[in-house]
């Protein structure tokens, strides 16, 4: 005879440090790229221009 045992995901999250510790992960860097999304998308443009052209030239990728 086979039973089962119904649990919820905070119960195995719970039980499992890692899994908590991985979805955790998962929420915080789902957070910080909302904010960095808003933060560019809120920004005068030759602020964010800058950054990214910036950003290019330290990853030596040509653009212009």
């Given amino acids: 005879m086979i039973t089962s045992i119904a ?3 905070a ?3 719970a039980s499992n440090p890692a899994l908590a510790s991985s979805s955790l992960q998962m929420a915080a ?3 910080l790229g909302m904010v960095v ?4 998308g809120f920004a ?3 602020v964010v221009h800058n950054a990214a052209h910036d ?3 330290s990853f ?3 653009c212009h």
């Fill in 7 to 9: 649990t919820s995901k």
């Fill in 11 to 13: 119960d195995i999250a």
């Fill in 29 to 31: 860097a789902a957070i």
């Fill in 37 to 40: 999304l808003m933060g560019v």
């Fill in 44 to 46: 005068p443009m030759d």
């Fill in 55 to 57: 950003a290019r030239h």
């Fill in 60 to 62: 030596a990728f040509p």
